[in-house]
């Protein structure tokens, strides 16, 4: 059974910054991407950033070369940096790991952030 352990979540400021991490314990996928999604009330969930196994990364519209995601595969954890963050920002953000072909997947149940202008 896999579990996925979000913190990191808050009220920030605009123009401030956080980091989430997450932390994946149980049998998760030999290779796999692992990362964040995000959903604000009435909105669809989304994309922000998630890496390969080997490093690959992607990012989603939203991120706009504000934030930054990292991986320490040895402690199966993930991180996001979110620097410059904006009211838009606000949302709940959600770790996520999926295998490679996208047949799998696992969620955390999600972290706050908050950005007050």
């Known amino acids: 059974q896999v579990q996925l352990v979000e913190s990191g979540g808050g009220l920030v400021q605009a123009g401030g910054s956080l980091r989430l991490s997450c932390v994946a314990s149980g049998n998760i996928f030999s290779r796999n991407y692992m990362g964040w999604y995000r959903q604000a009330p009435g909105n669809q969930r989304e994309l922000v950033a998630r890496?390969?196994?080997?490093?690959?990364?992607n990012n989603g519209d939203s991120v706009k070369g504000r934030f930054t995601i990292s991986r320490e595969y040895a402690k199966n954890t993930v991180y996001l940096q979110m620097n410059n963050l904006k009211p838009e920002d606000t949302s709940v953000y959600y770790c996520?790991?999926?295998?490679?072909?996208?047949?799998?997947?696992?969620w955390g149940q999600g972290t706050q952030v908050t950005v007050s202008s």
């Open positions: 890496m390969s196994t080997t490093g690959i990364t």
């Open positions: 996520n790991v999926q295998n490679w072909g996208g047949e799998d997947e696992y």
